[in-house]
């Protein structure tokens, strides 16, 4: 399927998807099915270490669902598109390379998901966060409830999900759901750096840090801490981790090669 509703750059193994849908970015179906096959090919792409997502413009990231794709769907018909949304998003967290949200403004409801999917946010000092479902007789169906408690806990979720309010990037970073906030002038250019940093790390440490924590923390302790023990045995077994291992004895920079 050709791009239509993202764009996708790849540079010095990080590749940089917008969505292109502005000034709002509203997400809707195409969208998701673009997003979902490209997450499919950037796997693939073994030049590819890190990734970087954003939205086209200055004013969202993704400001919510576009509900004119929505308001008209039966009951059956709105699960049915919204089993699609939820499958994208878990692609994207069980994807075995990092993924940074640079939040250029607004991220509400679906948008928000959609950066809580990821796994770093940066922000913009001009973003504001929200799931205004509430106000219109729904509630976040791909995610939200979930994801959201899970990172910024029980009681300060419940708050943001039932007034259905939204809050600046300040309070963002003061609840966690935030990594960095930095001027919008300053954000992709800030993300790159740590993108950069990313794919500069051990393919297989960064595949296996990865499955570790995100399946670690929808299991009992004891459970995650076997998941970890798997973890710790594969990338221990990786041709990255002698060349680690070397390189300190040796005093000098790691030539990771992604094996």
Not at 69 to 75: A, N, Q
Not at 225 to 242: M, Q, W
Request: net charge negative; glycine share 8%; with cysteine.
């Amino acid at each position: 399927m050709p791009l239509e509703l993202l764009e996708c750059m790849i540079e010095d193994k990080i590749a940089i998807v917008s969505l292109n849908r502005p000034p709002y970015n509203p997400l809707n179906w195409q969208l998701f099915e673009e997003l979902s096959q490209l997450m499919d090919g950037l796997e693939q792409d073994r030049q590819v270490r890190a990734i970087i997502l954003t939205g086209k413009g200055d004013r969202a990231f993704a400001a919510g669902a576009d509900i004119k794709d929505m308001m008209d769907l039966t009951p059956l018909q709105i699960l049915e598109k919204n089993e699609m949304c939820r499958a994208t998003f878990a692609k994207m967290e069980r994807l075995s390379k990092p993924i940074i949200a640079a939040v250029n403004g607004l991220a509400l409801g679906g948008g928000a998901e959609l950066a809580l999917a990821c796994d770093l946010r940066i922000c913009s000092e001009n973003s504001k966060f929200g799931f205004p479902e509430i106000n219109l007789g729904i509630i976040p169906g791909a995610g939200g409830t979930q994801r959201f408690q899970r990172l910024v806990g029980q009681t300060l979720a419940k708050e943001l999900l039932f007034f259905g309010e939204m809050i600046d990037a300040a309070r963002a970073e003061q609840i966690g759901l935030v990594n960095r906030v930095v001027p919008l002038t300053e954000l992709l250019e800030f993300a790159k750096q740590w993108a950069a940093k990313l794919a500069d790390k051990p393919v297989m440490a960064m595949r296996m840090m990865k499955i570790a924590v995100n399946t670690g923390a929808k299991v009992d302790l004891d459970s995650a801490l076997d998941v970890e023990a798997v973890c710790f045995g594969n990338a221990f077994a990786s041709e990255d981790r002698k060349e680690g291992m070397l390189s300190f004895v040796e005093k000098r920079k790691p030539n990771f090669v992604g094996a």
